[in-house]
C-alpha cells in the first residue's frame, strides 16, 4: 500500500510569515514529487514539482526533497491570505501511478 | 491562458445508469488522466492515457470504467453501471510531453448517484 502522509492541520500563520508544509511517503522508488493548492469546492493547481534532492524555489515557494528520509516540504514565504487553502502533497510512484496525501489546510490571518 | 474543461459541472443519475463524463484537454497536451475524489477525502488516480492507449490505472480503474478519445479533443470516462459509491468528483487533468508529469486539471464533474 503506497501512502502519502500529510499533517491535516489546520494550520494557521500571521499574513507575512514562513508557512511549512510537510509531507512523508512510504514507496522508496518514488521519483517525482508535487505540490497541488486546493481552494474549497475547486480542482487542485499545480505549485511545483521536484525530482532531485535539496531545494527547489519559485517565488515565494520552495520545495524541498530528501529522499532518503522520505520526505518532502513546501515552504510559503510572507504568506498572504490568498495563500488560505489546501495544499495537496502528490507523489508519482514507480509504476508511473500517482498517490495524493489528505492535504494541509493552511489558514493565512490577516 | 489554455485551461482544461469538463462537462457537465454537475451529473445526477440513478444506480445502474451508464453516464459519460467529457473534458476537453489543454490543445498541446498529449498525456491525459481521470482522478476522483470522494467528498472529504483525498484525490485518487484513475487512469492514464496516451497515445491513444492507457498507460496505468488504478485499482479503482475496473471494468466497469474505460476512457476513449473520440476525436483529436474530447477525452472520456464512461462508467457503465453506477454505484452509490461512485459519487464524487471526478478530474481531468492533462500534461505536455515535455513536463508530462506535471498535470493541469479540469474544474470537475460532481457525479451524484441516487
Not at chain 1, 497541488?36 to 499545480?46: A, D, H, M
Not at chain 2, 485551461?3 to 476537453?24: A, D, N
Not at chain 2, 488516480?45 to 473520440?70: A, T
Request: proline share 5%.
Amino acid at each position: 500500500q503506497k501512502e502519502v502522509e500529510q499533517n491535516s492541520g489546520p494550520l494557521s500563520v500571521p499574513e507575512g510569515a514562513i508557512a511549512s508544509l510537510n509531507c512523508t511517503y512510504s514507496d522508496r522508488g518514488s521519483q517525482s514529487f508535487f505540490w497541488y493548492r486546493q481552494y474549497s469546492g475547486k480542482s487542485p493547481e499545480l505549485i511545483m514539482s521536484i525530482y532531485s534532492n535539496g531545494d527547489k524555489e519559485d517565488g515565494r515557494f520552495t520545495a524541498q526533497l530528501n529522499k532518503a528520509s522520505q520526505y518532502v516540504s513546501l515552504l510559503i514565504r510572507d504568506s498572504q491570505p490568498s495563500d488560505s487553502a489546501t495544499y495537496l502533497c502528490a507523489v508519482m510512484g514507480p509504476g508511473n501511478q500517482f498517490y495524493f496525501g489528505t492535504g494541509t489546510s493552511l489558514t493565512v490571518i490577516p | 491562458e489554455p485551461e482544461v474543461t469538463q462537462t457537465p459541472s454537475h451529473q445526477v443519475t440513478q444506480m445502474g445508469q451508464e453516464v459519460i463524463l467529457r473534458c476537453v484537454p489543454i490543445s498541446n497536451h498529449l498525456y491525459f488522466y481521470w482522478y476522483r475524489q470522494i467528498l472529504g477525502q483525498k484525490v485518487e488516480f484513475l487512469v492514464s492515457f496516451y497515445n491513444n492507449e492507457i498507460s496505468e490505472k488504478s485499482e479503482i480503474f475496473d471494468d466497469q470504467f474505460s476512457v476513449e478519445r473520440p476525436d483529436g479533443s474530447n477525452f472520456t470516462l464512461k462508467i457503465r453501471s453506477t454505484k452509490l459509491e461512485d459519487s464524487a468528483m471526478y478530474f481531468c487533468a492533462s500534461s505536455p510531453t515535455r513536463t508530462r508529469y506535471e498535470q493541469y486539471f479540469g474544474p470537475g464533474t460532481r457525479l451524484t448517484v441516487t
